[in-house]
């Protein structure tokens, strides 16, 4: 999970700190969000949503589908000036996956074994693409549409009820506001994971050498105090520097962990499991969930691009850059694994030894994390501030915007010390929210998308996604369980 690279984005298509000050809309001339759309003057208008009504796109044969004569190209009508290459896409694809969660693959494998976790990466990366491939496709078809330029994950499936079937078209709203809701925790709950990861690093590293004896809820608490005026800093250009920094930090601090990791493999690896227990299974594919889905940020990616035709396809920018995230996840979690066994802690970087090389990646990487807290906190911030800006006076929008950043990021930092234990907290949220970012929403987005058209011979495509809409369902209610069981174990053994 890559939470900055959406910034990437809106800096390339000319998103700037204005676009924060009101909120955001649904305009459709650019596209500088993972959330919305943006409007020709560059703000973000609260009063204004994508309507459609019967004239936004012809009926023909008692289809709501444009006609060869009315066909529309949104390719062609998107504004390009600031256009991303297809190796710029292919790049913010591979970083949009491949973030701080590649570390916690090796933890992954620990529970699902090593055979087992090889084969199960590789299933759950071919069942992500294919689930990514489906939402981009079916906003590309809507777009034809309802002849728009682009449009979001939440305007996707807004959209997709609104053209599809009438008995459904009462769900439009419930999708988007479904799609926010579950955005909004993943990116909430995911910096409530990260700020549990910076605060254990540097618990480790502090202890190490001073002996403090200090809860690892001190150092949350600690942390506070810097994720605050981090957080609420609302201008994004004052923003891209720390996301620069902390890019280079990581991709440092990976490089010496992959070497610390092959530099000393054990001979003997008799007690590695090869495939991990039942109650061990959800665990695994809750994390690699967590780790490997960036949903969230493909159609700003696709939206952004020069040639958008090259995003899909074979070998396309999708595959090709999915074909790499999940070999370097496999590679990572073998050897990880491999490596350490069942000492394996939940990012792996928690593993290193006690030299000053070591623990200088270790700090290197939390910080990378610590510099784009204020990006990732964006997300939740501005679903957040679309419904409380509109109630707040005009003279007082900016007190009550830092007043509610504030908020939120004093929640995170609750939620972490009420339940400060990284393994169990990346497998919850993973299950529970990428399940249904990642699963069950493009399942469902396809299959009001081409319920008129059908869904290909034997209907293959809606037993598809039936199996795919199970199988997050399964993920969810499994991975939750089980997740919720390693928290009580937690706070049965007082490690919470």
């Known amino acids: 999970m890559q939470l900055e690279t959406f910034t990437e984005i809106m800096d390339q298509n000319g998103l700037d700190n204005k676009g924060f000050e009101k909120g955001y809309e649904n305009g459709m001339e650019k596209t500088p ?8 003057d560059n ?37 390009k000036s600031h256009a991303t290459s297809s190796m710029g896409a292919f790049v913010h694809m591979v970083k949009s996956s491949l973030g701080t969660g590649i570390l916690a693959m090796p933890g992954a494998f620990k529970n699902g074994g090593l055979i087992f976790g090889v084969i199960g990466t590789l299933l759950t990366g071919l069942i992500c693409t294919h689930c990514v491939h489906m939402m981009v496709y079916c906003s590309q078809i809507l777009s034809i549409r309802v002849k728009r330029p682009t449009l979001s994950f939440a305007e996707t499936a807004e959209v997709s009820f609104q053209t599809g079937p009438p008995k459904y078209r009462f769900l439009a709203s419930f999708a988007r506001e479904m799609i926010n809701v579950t955005l909004f925790c993943t990116y909430f709950f995911g910096n409530t994971v990260y700020i549990i990861f910076i605060a254990r690093t540097f618990e480790q590293v502090i202890e190490g050498h001073a002996h403090f004896g200090w809860d690892v809820r001190v150092y949350i608490v600690l942390l506070a105090f810097v994720l605050v005026p981090l957080g609420i800093i609302r201008t994004l250009k004052y923003l891209v520097p720390f996301s620069a920094i902390a890019t280079a930090f990581i991709s440092f601090g990976l490089a010496l962990t992959l070497y610390y990791t092959f530099s000393e493999m054990p001979s003997d690896v008799s007690n590695r499991d090869f495939i991990g227990t039942p109650l061990k299974i959800p665990l695994f594919f809750s994390t690699v969930l967590f780790a490997m889905e960036g949903i969230g940020t493909v159609l700003p990616i696709e939206n952004s691009m020069n040639k958008p035709q090259q995003f899909l396809g074979c070998p396309g920018v999708l595959n090709g850059a999915m074909s790499i995230v999940v070999i370097l996840y496999v590679v990572v979690g073998f050897f990880g694994y491999l490596r350490f ?19 200088s990646v270790k700090i290197l990487v939390a910080l990378s994390v610590l510099l784009t807290y204020g990006l990732q906190f964006t997300v939740p911030s501005e679903i957040v501030w679309k419904r409380l800006g509109p109630r707040v006076s005009e003279d007082k929008q900016d007190m009550g915007y830092y007043i509610m950043r504030g908020s939120m990021i004093i929640g995170t930092v609750i939620v972490a010390i009420m339940l400060p234990s990284l393994a169990p907290i990346i497998s919850l949220v993973g299950a529970i929210c990428f399940s249904i970012l990642g699963l069950f929403c493009p399942a469902v ?49 007082g490690e919470l």
């Not at 066994?341 to 623990?359: C, I, K, M, R, Y």
């Not at 598809?464 to 928290?487: M, P, Q, R």
């Open 33 to 40: 969000s993972i959330l919305t759309l943006q409007n020709n």
């Open 43 to 79: 703000n973000f208008d609260t009063s204004s949503r994508l309507k459609l009504t019967k004239d936004s796109f012809p009926e023909k044969n008692g289809k709501k589908y444009p006609s060869k004569e009315e066909s529309y190209d949104p390719f062609s009508n998107r504004d």
């Open 341 to 359: 066994g069942n000492a394996t802690q939940a990012t792996v970087t928690l593993n290193l030894p006690d030299s000053a090389l070591a623990e």
């Open 445 to 493: 987005i396809e299959i009001i998308t081409f319920w008129e058209e059908g869904y290909g011979k034997y209907q293959w495509k809606f037993y598809k996604n039936v199996f795919l809409i199970f199988l997050s369902i399964f993920s969810l209610v499994s991975g939750s369980y089980a997740s919720i069981l390693e928290i009580l174990d937690a706070i049965k053994h």
